[in-house]
């Protein structure tokens, strides 16, 4: 239960998701052939493999450093979720006002915070263990599919449902545009209150220094 309520809190903290090199991360290779690569797109629940085989990668003991991690795990983000789709939103309506040059930094930034949350909450020696369920629901509107599953421990095998909104996204296949805490809690709708809070004056600055100062806070914890 303590893995559990430091993953809850380490979200709610980031509410899902000091990196400096983070943003310099490589793209995800193509490794898988072709026809692998195309029945893997069309499988909600296989973007959430790869996320789950990487994380119990970086939890193992001895696994690196923080930025050594954060190399290994940045592609599997950029795999598994559609951040721009997070963060346009996480921020609402204001999004759309944004220039390119602010959605470019603010995603670039968003990534970082991404990484780092999930570094956070899966540091060498946590021992979580991931259960998916093998049953896909529809998710109530959008047309979007939702892949059921537990983040456990030795001592808690069933641990705490951590459920996964997915989206088809194109050529990239099905990505992750929520994640639903206890089943229900969305993180998306948490992010939104602080990310509101921080552009109420309207400066985006605000947003960047917010989402910086919880990645140093990731990165040092």
């Not at 263990?129 to 030795?154: E, H, L, M, W, Y």
């Not at 099905?174 to 921080?198: E, P, T």
Request: aromatic content about 6%.
């Amino acid at each position: 239960m303590i893995i559990m309520k430091h993953v809850l809190k380490t979200t709610s903290l980031a509410l899902c998701a000091g990196l400096v090199a983070a943003s310099a991360l490589p793209a995800l290779p193509s490794f898988i052939p072709s026809a692998h690569a195309a029945a893997a797109a069309s499988d909600p629940q296989a973007p959430i493999k790869a996320l789950y085989a990487e994380l119990t990668r970086i939890e193992a003991k001895n696994s690196g450093t923080f930025d050594q991690r954060a190399q290994e795990l940045g592609p599997v983000i950029d795999r598994v979720y559609d951040l721009e789709a997070i963060l346009s939103s996480s921020i609402g309506p204001h999004y759309a006002t944004l220039s390119p040059d602010q959605k470019q930094v603010l995603l670039s930034t968003f990534r970082q915070f991404t990484i780092a949350r999930n570094l956070s909450s899966f540091k060498p020696g946590t021992d979580a263990r991931f259960t998916i369920n093998p049953a896909i629901r529809d998710a109530p509107v959008g047309g979007n599919k939702i892949v059921d599953t537990q983040i456990g421990s030795s001592d808690d095998p069933s641990g705490t449902a951590v459920n996964y909104v997915m989206h088809m996204n194109g050529a990239k296949g099905y990505q992750v545009v929520d994640v639903l805490l206890n089943g229900n809690i969305s993180q998306v709708g948490m992010q939104h209150s602080d990310f509101r809070s921080a552009l109420s004056g309207g400066n985006v600055q605000n947003l960047i220094d917010l989402l910086q100062k919880k990645i140093k806070v990731f990165s040092e914890g």
